[in-house]
């Protein structure tokens, strides 16, 4: 991090106190203070609750100058637009305002009967990922189609299988804009695209999950091992 950027935080953290006066819990989320840079961003605090593998963390990002809140859900990380500012007494009252509501947010699914977006979907009535084994290749099935997870840019994790030992995973992804399902996997991190589960419908996406799914988590284990 540049010199510049290291002295704003500096003066910017003389002048308040509110990183120091953050509740240790917050719906089943533990406090974490961090206060260091890694690389282009300095982290202030995250909340994590290891148990269901998510957590919040919020930093200042040197790119954009701006002030971010990135969420973690299994091994998917992205970022809270509502948080975004480039002024750190926004970023403070909005923290104050919002991370609650966020935290509990972060711990719910997607409602597949209340989100219009994703309620003529029918993910809840789709038969086939009941009959997914819990366990596949030393993956867990972590998110499924009766609970996804909604992301960012219009798209939903309707289904993962994570190996958080090794840190890869598959994911299957609804986009409600291109209205198309795809698949990326993570091998220790690493995002992959995969063009396996690349479908137009569920029947599609049924077909290539049958054809794909435990010979595609048996490379991605091959290959993190």
Known sequence: ??????????????????????????SGYTLKKIMAEDGDKFFYFSYENEKIHRSLAAYFHEETSEYKVRVKVGLTEFCLTKFFTNKLENFTKILDA?????????????????????????????????????????????????????????????????????????????????????GESKIKLVPNVSYLFDAANLKELETNLKKNLEQELYNIKKFSD
């Open 98 to 182: 919002e991370i609650k509501s966020a935290l509990e947010n972060l711990s719910m699914p997607a409602d597949t009967k209340t989100d219009l977006l994703i309620a003529d979907k029918n993910f809840d009535a789709w038969e086939y990922p009941k009959t997914l084994p819990k366990k596949i290749e030393g993956f867990e099935l972590f998110i499924t189609p009766e609970n996804p997870v909604k992301i960012t840019n219009g798209s939903y994790i309707i289904l993962n299988y994570s190996n958080f030992e090794t840190n890869s995973d598959l994911t299957i992804y609804y986009n409600v804009y291109t209205e198309n399902f795809s």
């Open 1 to 26: 991090m540049k010199t510049k950027f290291k002295e704003r935080i500096d003066a910017e953290l003389s002048t308040t106190n509110f990183f120091e006066t953050l509740p240790t819990e917050i």
